[in-house]
């Protein structure tokens, strides 16, 4: 593109205006949607003992969870914005039954003692890390669940659990968006599948082997479908089998179907009541880098495009 400006005495100065979105950080290329995660975090009352998140990485990659689960859902242009971790002290919320379970999804969880549990975040859905739940085979009786069960080996083996209310747009809508999910061993990176799938779940997506049998009515928000057992998918309730040899996506694939129906109620879930749903739009960003490069040759001043573009998916990905 090419743009004249005509200064004051008849001068006529041309720029040729090269637009770029450089696809990188946390907005991954093509991505049309953001989901706000709000990760919390369950430690005894005194503050100590807290439940594993996942893999930590280096000072440049932080959380690895993070950019696992922006590659999975990337599949749906659905950027994943891992909010600041809330950590929640209360022991008796660290190991829940089922009825305790229920009560942190609908937000009536009480204990004798420790903190109170942590209201809805603004326009995000929550998932909460414990050390047991009924995902893990705990009942609330000694000799249950993982606490009372660990691994034999667990700086070279790890496993994950995950539970999450379903939402589905006129079918299931009684959802604070709220997940659970427990962590133990080494947790490795391949696990962030079990975190994807449960937003699978919060975003209106079935177990495979459900809408296989027949759950879906073929609408929008609730597809039907038919999927081999042979073929992965990110929904299948005990996960496919991760292979170190495919990527994310190829471990865990979305068809076309899912993207629409997560794209629906994700736009729809709106826990907090404000009318606004929890998977939001992403603004266009070349609007904002082609008003950039306007004023930066107005004005006469040279632009840094690296660093500009930078400042603006920044912005982008916090607005």
């Excluded at 705990?138 to 669940?145: M, R």
């Amino acid at each position: 593109m090419i743009i004249e400006f005509a200064s004051g005495d008849g001068t006529v100065t041309r720029y040729l205006l090269v637009l770029l979105w450089m696809c990188s950080g946390s907005v991954p290329c093509f991505a049309t949607f953001v989901l706000k995660v709000q990760p919390v975090q369950v430690c005894d009352d005194a503050g100590s003992n807290c439940t594993n998140l996942g893999p930590a990485g280096g000072a440049d990659t932080g959380y690895l969870y993070a950019s696992q689960l922006d590659t999975i859902w990337s599949q749906a242009q659905i950027d994943i914005d891992l909010l600041p971790t809330v950590q929640w002290n209360n022991t008796a919320a660290q190991r829940l039954t089922f009825t305790e379970q229920n009560g942190v999804f609908d937000g009536t969880f009480t204990s004798a003692s420790g903190a109170a549990m942590p209201g809805l975040p603004t326009d995000a859905v929550q998932v909460f890390f414990v050390k047991d739940f009924s995902g893990t085979g705990y009942n609330g009786t000694i000799g249950t669940g993982w606490v009372d069960n660990p691994l034999t080996d667990p700086a070279h083996s790890a496993r994950n659990s995950g539970l999450a209310e379903l939402f589905i747009d006129g079918r299931i809508t009684l959802s604070n968006g709220r997940a659970i999910m427990a962590n133990e061993g080494f947790i490795s990176d391949s696990l962030s599948g079990t975190f994807a799938h449960e937003i699978g779940h919060l975003l209106g997506l079935r177990h495979v082997e459900d809408v296989n049998a027949g759950a879906g009515n073929g609408s929008t928000q609730d597809p039907s479908f038919t999927l081999a057992a042979s073929s992965p998918n990110l929904m299948w309730s005990g996960g496919p089998n991760y292979s170190g040899a495919l990527t994310l996506t190829q471990n865990y694939p979305v068809n076309s179907l899912q993207v629409a129906a997560a794209r629906h109620n994700g736009m729809l879930l709106d826990p907090d009541m404000n009318g606004l749903g929890v998977l939001q739009a992403v603004p266009e960003p070349s609007s904002f880098v082609l008003l950039g490069l306007i004023a930066a040759a107005v004005s006469g001043k040279l632009l840094n495009l690296t660093g500009w573009l930078a400042a603006m998916r920044t912005r982008v990905s916090a607005g």
